[in-house]
């Protein structure tokens, strides 16, 4: 896939606004898990939550907020918490015992920095902190949106979400028999569901009707299959330094891929009408609003990386 530019956002500078919301959530992210007493496991939270990376779902729910009309500041809890997830999710699928991986985001994996224990209990800090993260720190939102919020997002990544599409990667490494509708499964569960959960997150946070919800939702669902897809792509089209992270390992781990299962051109073809079909779900909305969405879209659909 090459680069493209959508002629409807001739105006609007995606990668400032990335850099601007980027900076934003890196400085709350810091401020949100200060290093202190016990040290070690704060240090290795800190290594991976602060090691750089897209920030894509945080940025995803601010961004979900402001077309909703609400403001940064009551969403940017939850906007951490998702990143916080979302890097537990990464340190423990870096383990031995999952992916068995020794670079993350051009870096060390957290147990190869800080062993395999270390890194198991940097995660569960990090999980748990999310939802106190919210809990605690979310203003300018009523309660019950902030419960709602919560259970969302536990949803997401429990034996419903994320956790549901992890097993069933591992489960079918090394299969030959797999359909689409089986791979589907695993990356709804696997990869969507945070993205979901951030655009989710964002709307009823912002203040957004139901049916502003469940718009985003599906939005959110659809560029979460395209992420994966494109990851799938990248993985076997890109070297290691180009990813900052190992390249080729799905094909040596044997997993389940869109690539293996529908060649490299139809996997293509499929993410552009993923891409295709998130951003009919946006019509409806301010479209000077939407424009961040829009360009997120394509931002996932033609990263390189």
Not at 118 to 125: F, K, M, P, T, Y
Not at 126 to 143: D, M, Q, R, W, Y
Not at 167 to 187: K, R
Request: charged share 25%; hydrophobic share 45%; net charge negative.
């Amino acid at each position: 896939m090459k680069e493209d530019q959508d002629p409807q956002l001739p105006s609007f500078d995606f990668k400032s606004f990335m850099v601007d919301k980027v900076n934003a959530v890196n400085q709350a992210l810091d401020s949100a898990v200060p290093l202190r007493d016990p040290v070690k496991i704060h240090e290795a939270m800190r290594y991976s939550l602060l090691a750089g990376g897209k920030r894509v779902r945080p940025v995803l729910c601010l961004a979900a907020c402001d077309l909703v009309g609400g403001k940064e500041s009551m969403v940017m809890p939850a906007a951490c918490a998702l990143e916080m997830i979302h890097t537990m999710s990464l340190v423990h699928d870096d383990l031995p015992c999952m992916d068995n991986d020794d670079l993350r985001r051009g870096k060390p994996t957290n147990h190869k920095v800080y062993g395999e224990d270390i890194a198991v209990l940097a995660g569960d800090a990090l999980l748990a902190f999310s939802f106190e993260h919210i809990a605690v720190s979310t203003v300018g939102v009523t309660p019950d949106r902030i419960v709602r919020a919560i259970g969302e997002l536990a949803k997401s990544i429990g034996a419903e979400g994320l956790a549901a599409g992890q097993v069933v990667d591992i489960t079918s490494e090394g299969l030959t028999n797999v359909g689409l509708d089986h791979l589907e499964f695993i990356h709804v569960h696997k990869t969507a569901p945070l993205l979901e959960a951030a655009a989710v997150l964002g709307a009823i946070l912002g203040g957004g009707h139901d049916e502003d919800v469940e718009k985003l939702r599906k939005f959110a669902r659809n560029i979460g299959l395209l992420f994966q897809v494109v990851d799938d792509i990248l993985d076997v089209t890109k070297s290691s330094k180009e990813l900052g992270k190992t390249a080729g390992k799905d094909l040596v781990a044997d997993k389940v891929t869109y690539p293996k299962s529908m060649g490299i051109n139809k996997s293509k073809e499929f993410a552009e009408k993923l891409k295709s079909d998130a951003l009919e779900l946006l019509q409806g909305f301010d479209p000077e609003k939407s424009t961040p969405l829009i360009a997120l879209a394509n931002y996932i659909a033609y990263r390189q990386n």
